[in-house]
């Protein structure tokens, strides 16, 4: 089967990752996605039965992996899923199958989110997501639907928004619903230790509590 033919977990991971972070080119059916990381590239390139190549990035030594192709049936089939438009700017949020929800914002964040240590206070973490001002309104909906406690906020900035969690149960709550028993890039594309360490403790955490309940 063709890549994103099928609704499934690894259909609409990638297609939230193409809506944070790909380009497009229509009528020519050409399609690119780029990343620091050397993994998730090739995680895409293995999905789409593609090469990864590699150039210099903006930075000094700085190496950039890509996938880029031109197939007309899946850029025929990603237009069926809503991704229509050329311009980041201007993609606003198809409808979404509801059991695929999280799977398409776990691609989304992995395309454009970020973990950080939070300086103004000890032990704590926040979540910062970069959003195309498109999508911003729908994606802090559907995070608070399915994580009450994260308790969003939006920021507008000049040429995207920022969606912001920064209290504990809302940093923890939402990682869990994005990654817990995630079967595609089950955890965020990041090579800091202590924040794969966080998230495989947030995760260990309630696997252990499920245990025991």
């Not at 399609?31 to 990381?37: A, D, F, G, T, Y």
């Not at 989110?113 to 103004?120: A, E, T, V, Y």
Request: net charge positive; aromatic share 10%; proline share 5%.
């Amino acid at each position: 089967m063709a890549a994103f033919m099928e609704c499934n977990e690894e259909a609409y991971y990638w297609l939230g990752v193409l809506f944070a972070d790909g380009a497009g080119n229509y009528p020519d059916y050409r399609l690119c996605l780029k990343s620091k990381h050397a993994n998730f590239i090739q995680a895409f390139a293995d999905y789409v039965s593609k090469p990864v190549k590699t150039g210099m990035g903006m930075g000094a030594r700085s190496v950039v992996y890509r996938v880029d192709f031109y197939s007309k049936e899946i850029r025929l089939r990603l237009i069926e899923l809503g991704y229509t438009v050329s311009r980041k700017a201007d993609r606003a949020l198809p409808e979404i199958p509801p059991s695929m929800v999280r799977h398409f914002l776990r691609g989304y964040f992995d395309g454009d989110g970020s973990i950080h240590k939070d300086r103004r206070k000890p032990n704590c973490w926040r979540l910062e997501w970069c959003v195309h001002k498109s999508a911003s309104e729908a994606i802090k909906h559907l995070l608070e639907v399915h994580c009450p406690s994260a308790n969003v906020r939006l920021y507008d900035k000049k040429s995207v928004d920022c969606l912001m969690i920064y209290n504990s149960e809302g940093v923890q709550e939402v990682l869990r619903f994005l990654y817990e028993n995630a079967s595609v890039c089950p955890h965020p594309k990041v090579k800091a230790p202590g924040v794969q360490s966080l998230v495989e403790g947030i995760l260990q955490a309630k696997r252990v509590n499920s245990v025991n309940a």
